[in-house]
């Protein structure tokens, strides 16, 4: 079946809220884009401990590279990727391959069908889109140093750096392959309801750390709901429980 207008909404976490999502681009497809609702369906994924498969992202591109689709609507550019180089690809994968148009909603991202090469402003856009989501990982890791040095100046006697941090010089430093595992403990946990036992045997986070891992879930992964880190955790997680 042919769907002209394809929309994609996703969600990272039970709390959030995929419906509210899914209307404000139904409604900015019907009231901005003017096209009607008969020529409109809408794809979803939303990340729990029995789907971290993106069906719907595989079927949203299944359409596009088949021809059965001519428009694709999502509200932010990470929901077709985690950093630079997955971005380009999925866009250039769209667009310029498959000849499909594009409109990102939060973003201001609008490319039509039929476009052959993207136009300046087009690809200024979303290399500034792309150089953001790039870098939100490293803010990520800096806000929790900074945290970190903000209690030592207080007076809190912090000790030997958490899991996931190493110090250098007296300086706090990301180590990147435990702070992943970190990441991928909070999840497994929290989303899938792993033991203790589990996760130090698949992932590596010794088991009496993990509970001090999940209490610290801000600090690795901030306040926000919906984060690419735990995103990327999930589909690394899917590969080990396979």
Known sequence: MRYPTTIYARVS???????????KLWNHAIDELEIEPSNIDVLEDEATGSNTDRDGYQEMM???????????????????????RD???????????????????????HIEPDTEE?????????????????IEHEMIKQRTIDGL???????????????GF????????PDNEEYEQAVQAIVAKEELGWSDRRIQRQIGVPRRTVPRVV?????????????????????DLEAIGQ
């Open 87 to 109: 971005l380009n690809d999925a866009v250039h994968e769209i667009v310029v391959d498959n000849g499909c148009g594009l409109v990102v909603v939060n973003d201001g991202l």
């Open 149 to 163: 040095r903000a209690a030592e100046e207080a007076g809190k006697r912090i000790g030997r750096p958490i899991y």
């Open 13 to 23: 976490t039970p709390e959030q809220d995929i419906a509210q999502q899914k209307e």
């Open 166 to 173: 190493t110090s250098e010089d007296g300086n706090l430093r």
């Open 62 to 84: 299944r359409r596009v590279c088949e021809g059965e689709t001519e428009r694709v609507i999502v509200r932010s550019i990470t929901r077709l990727g985690r950093n630079m």
């Open 215 to 235: 209490d610290r879930r801000d600090i690795y992964l901030g306040d926000r709901g919906d984060d690419d880190l735990a995103e990327q955790a999930r589909d």
């Open 118 to 134: 993207l136009n300046l402003e087009q690809k200024a856009i979303l290399y500034g889109l792309s150089f953001a989501s790039d």
